[in-house]
């Protein structure tokens, strides 16, 4: 495993299993994404939400790394499914970041009533190829199950907190039994997991640190990651986990941690 692995999506192409994560990257973003980029970085996870498209489009084209060695997620927002404009809040961010095509365009959250008549828009988009795969964020296993049945095309990826306190097993088994990716989102828990004394002595066998483990865990349970940092010697560090492994029992005594303690909001609750 490296910084370049990839997953096979159900689409064909491929995903980097470890990227980069942009939200509340604000003014530091390119600085950030383009520090990312020269470390060795292929994966970036965007969304319009984030208010910082511009900023990764201007790095991405500064890295000067060829568009097809990058693999560039962006998101769709409530407000727009609400509002039913999905075709133009895609065309925006694609504006946005300066870009002709993303790799993957995700619904960022299950709105009631409107995810199923947008990932129809998003089927659109991805069979005009102007999104290289589609899937969805923040989906529970009912909302899968609604969506499932009633499009054509199945998400690519599924993409939900992930962490040591927040596993929810259940999901991450019903994703891969669809043949779709999942991803976690805050694998450090937005900070939240970075005290954990446990995992500081698993890291001090290693001379890793608890966020490096974390990581770790993460990629040796196949599930893709991109811890979030604007500070070059955290996104060095962040990367700087493809030098060890983890045993089984190590892996297993991290998985016992769960508490199903969300950091962020609750997929069937939230009102934003
Ligand atoms: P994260 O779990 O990656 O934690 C990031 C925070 O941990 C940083 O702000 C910093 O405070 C700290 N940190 C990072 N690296 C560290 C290190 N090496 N040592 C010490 N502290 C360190 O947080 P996140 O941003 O919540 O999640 C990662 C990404 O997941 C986001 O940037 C975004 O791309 C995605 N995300 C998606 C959703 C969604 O609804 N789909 C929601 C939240 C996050």
């Not at 159900?10 to 980069?20: D, E, K």
Request: glycine fraction near 6%; charged fraction near 30%.
């Amino acid at each position: 495993m490296n910084i370049e692995s990839t997953i096979k999506m159900n689409t064909g192409n491929a995903i980097y299993q470890f990227g980069l994560g942009v939200w509340r990257s604000g003014e530091a973003t390119k600085d950030a994404v383009l520090t990312a980029l020269k470390l060795g970085y292929r994966h970036i996870d965007a969304a319009a939400i984030y208010g910082n498209e511009e900023a990764v489009g201007e790095a991405i084209r500064e890295s000067g790394i060829p568009r097809e060695e990058l693999f560039i997620t962006t998101k769709l927002w409530n407000q727009d499914m609400r509002d039913e404009r999905v075709m133009e809040a895609f065309e925006t961010s694609l504006k946005k970041l300066g870009l002709d095509y993303v790799d993957l365009y995700l619904i960022h959250w299950p709105v009631k009533d409107k995810y199923i008549k947008s990932y129809k828009v998003m089927e659109e988009i991805y069979k005009s190829g102007r999104a290289k795969a589609i899937g969805v964020s923040n989906f529970k296993i009912h909302h899968l199950e609604d969506l499932l049945s009633n499009t054509e095309i199945v998400p690519a990826v599924n993409q939900m907190e992930f962490n040591p306190q927040m596993q929810d097993n259940a999901l991450v088994e019903f994703c891969n039994d669809k043949g779709i990716v999942f991803e976690a989102w805050s694998p450090l828990g937005s900070g939240a997991c970075l005290e954990n004394e446990e995992i500081k002595k698993i890291g001090e066998k290693y001379n890793k640190s608890v966020a490096q483990v974390i990581i770790r865990w993460i990629l040796q349970k196949g599930i893709v990651v991109f811890p979030k940092s604007v500070h070059k010697e955290r996104i060095k560090e962040n990367a700087d986990v493809f030098d060890f492994e983890l045993t089984n029992e190590e892996i297993e005594l991290i998985n016992g941690m769960n508490k199903n303690i969300r950091t962020g909001a609750d997929p069937d609750t939230f009102t934003f």
